[in-house]
């Protein structure tokens, strides 16, 4: 490879992004600003704005308001190339990317922001059981669980079956745990209310299990006991040092209790991609590359990992913290240092910024553990949930997206109260073909 | 059946209502004001504004901007049920509704309003290469191919598989074609011209096929005229008197010519629900129920079949059209005659008002062929297309989607012209492994 310092009068480097998610987005946005040519691949044509993904499930929003085309966002970048494609490997040795039907990416430098899926702890077999929330079609397929469960119990005749149906247990009380909880309580406390007539929506059980002694383990803890109090206010039953040790289509088993449900929600744990284990750099027990403090892989100057699939431990010893600030911040430290590698200028070593966490639990609930000007500052309720507010519309990405966002919210919350205007079961509704395997139930009375 | 003249001394009546399209739902809301107890049952849980699901499968609007829970249109009437569940049946002599999962629904009143879907002439193996639009899931399977097609092609070797894959053909050009095809030339022509590198959407062939010897062929011939220039504007392919034959994974043949494609979008025919052949009552070649004037089943005059299950030949001879204010007039008519039959009054004529047909296609483009005061008149271009948006958003159900769909609209036309908002491939992403069948040539280059 011979590049030129300025990188004019050489072939301009190839640089190849796998992942469009927060890391992989903004370092295509920074790269694509010096003359090399980016190629940017995702098993998705979408980014996605993974923040307020519950939303999606829990129906107040729809997919198309938060997630936008990679290739709209960058569509007036030039240099910039996407393609819709899956990613199996990459080849270090021969510098390319080998994709799933063969087609192979060679690369000059290579930016892998693959991130993380929900693990289940050696349990994959809770997964149909208990999906969890990541992309799209979780959050489609948990908005479809939970609409239907009212369904069929609004059609059962069996009070113990109904029961269960009215059941939803979230597993993990972290940021979406805590969301989820908060949002699915709203749901059947307010939007549902009025919906039904054999049975009572504001009845139904939602209950939040955490394994740590306390929800949002990693927030301060008068942060924690703050939502703990704002859940139970919603209706949320918070069950700390609960350890889930069997799903099963009837129930969730805690030790030697049984909670009879339909519905589990997956929010606990997070297993990196396993496109880090092909690179042959070490990984740590969640399966992220353990990366130099320049954000580069051992031995690969060439090839940087960011995002959830980097364990980057130079700055506290442990990890930093899954969370789209850190991914956005070394997706732009990864796309400057490959512009000073071209350019022939040291790499910088990379620090996180951290300005702190915010999650939200109902319609003007919330904690904030701010980080100001050095300061720490935890604030609680409508305040804090005024700052997620306007910490989430300020970075959701792409403008019309945006403003169309603020007006569904400030119309929902100013004039439809608890109104979720997508409220819609498709794909598979029940009672065709296709029926869940958890309303398996013969049912043979007649309703009058 | 022991029913007082007032309604109120004796145990209410059960009407039992079959399916929320336009007809049901109209028909719930007239019966529900009279001292009744009205069961809705449909398999969907939402009521769907189909004249606008082409632009869902076009990604102009989410699906939960066009649809709503019927349960949530009528929370406030106490005495409706509405029920998700899918009838097989009706068993006329017993007065009960039969649900493929073996409940029963029995009644006092049946109104039958359980529709169309799509028909391909005999040739069903069609159905999956070329989808039609009557439901969410239809219009978000065209969605996938249409934009997946733009994306194989961007990743696509060879050539000719390259043409096949820009060439969209859609089949039938009654309004919903010609929306569609509108459309599809608008994404290729505007929405996505920055978007790709190794291919020009712009180049993209859109046909539209029609077997009769013009475009919108229930329309005035002037405004057929008309439509036709406005699609030819827009680039698209208007081929008339054509007749498919065959359609396979590669192609469609017109007699003995083939034209090369992965992208067909059925527009042409509709075949009636199978609910109204198990009445024993007779039907009509397309599967309609031959109604009498007052709506109801010969023989049955407790049950009534509306909108476009039904064959109303009592006006002009031929079955009145399949259109949304053909159901909503005939669901008001059957509720007024269940009434009068309960209170002991005679029942009425049905008799449809024709205010006329509007078709749009593109932005800004449209032809409206109105009956105002008895008067025809014919309107072409941004005067009809004005007259289509208004009337569409005055009868969009559901005040919050309609506030938010004409913000929505006004957002787009006037400062994001051509953005669709919603171009997102959900729940199937190539290459992964449920590839289609239609993109299944190996492809082995490397690409730099």
């Given at each position: 490879m011979a590049v030129h310092h300025d990188g004019r009068h050489a072939p301009a480097a190839h640089v190849v992004i796998v992942g469009g998610g927060f890391g992989g987005l903004y370092c295509a946005k920074a790269i694509s600003q010096h003359p090399v040519r980016v190629t940017l691949l995702d098993q998705h044509n979408y980014h996605l704005f993974q923040p307020l993904l519950y939303q999606v499930a829990t129906a107040a929003l729809s997919p198309g308001?938060?997630?936008?085309?990679?290739?709209?966002?960058?569509?007036?970048?030039?240099?910039?190339?996407?393609?819709?494609g899956t990613a199996q490997g990459v080849d270090a040795a021969r510098r390319r990317v080998?994709?799933?039907?063969?087609?192979?990416?060679?690369?000059?430098?290579?930016?892998?922001?693959?991130?993380?899926?929900?693990?289940?702890?050696?349990?994959?077999?809770?997964?149909?059981?208990?999906?969890?929330?990541?992309?799209?079609?979780?959050?489609?397929?948990?908005?479809?669980?939970?609409?239907?469960?009212?369904?069929?119990?609004?059609?059962?005749?069996?009070?113990?079956?109904?029961?269960?149906?009215?059941?939803?247990?979230?597993?993990?009380?972290?940021?979406?745990?805590?969301?989820?909880?908060?949002?699915?309580?709203?749901?059947?406390?307010h939007t549902l209310e009025h919906d039904f007539r054999f049975i009572d929506p504001t009845r139904a059980r939602v209950i939040l299990l955490e394994g740590a002694p306390r929800v949002l383990p990693t927030y301060p803890e008068d942060l924690s006991a703050s939502a703990e109090r704002q859940l139970r206010a919603l209706g949320v039953e918070v069950r700390t040092r609960a350890l889930v040790t069997e799903i099963t289509p009837e129930l969730v088993r805690i030790g030697d209790e049984s909670i009879p449900t339909r519905t589990v929600i997956w929010a606990a744990g997070n297993v990196a991609s396993p496109l880090g284990k092909t690179l042959g750099a070490p990984v740590d027990r969640a399966g992220r590359v353990l990366v130099e403090p320049d954000l580069s892989v051992p031995g690969h100057p060439e090839i940087f990992v960011i995002g959830d699939l980097a364990a980057y431990t130079h700055q506290t010893g442990a990890p930093l913290p899954g969370v789209a600030p850190v991914a956005i911040q070394q997706g732009e430290v990864a796309a400057e240092n490959i512009w000073r590698s071209i350019t022939g200028q040291p790499r910088r070593r990379f620090r996180y910024h951290d300005r702190g966490n915010l999650a939200t639990i109902g319609r003007a609930a919330a904690v904030a553990d701010l980080h100001l000007v050095g300061l720490p500052l935890h604030i609680s309720g409508f305040v804090a949930w005024l700052a997620w507010l306007f910490v989430h519309i300020f970075w959701l990405i792409g403008f019309t997206n945006r403003m169309l966002v603020l007006i569904q919210w400030a119309w929902q919350y100013l004039l439809a109260p608890y109104q979720r205007g997508a409220r819609l079961i498709t794909s598979r509704c029940w009672p065709t073909g296709e029926e869940p395997a958890r309303v398996a139930e013969p049912r043979s009375r007649t309703r009058a």
């Open positions: 308001q938060i997630a936008m085309p990679i290739r709209a966002i960058l569509r007036h970048r030039p240099n910039v190339t996407v393609l819709l080998i994709l799933v039907d063969g087609d192979e990416l060679p690369y000059d430098y290579l930016v892998l922001a693959t991130g993380a899926r929900h693990g289940y702890f050696g349990h994959d077999e809770w997964e149909p059981l208990a999906p969890g929330l990541k992309w799209l079609d979780d959050a489609l397929e948990v908005r479809r669980r939970l609409l239907f469960a009212f369904e069929a119990a609004e059609r059962e005749p069996d009070p113990g079956i109904r029961a269960a149906l009215l059941t939803f247990v979230i597993v993990g009380a972290g940021p979406t745990g805590v969301e989820m909880a908060g949002a699915v309580a709203e749901i059947a406390r």
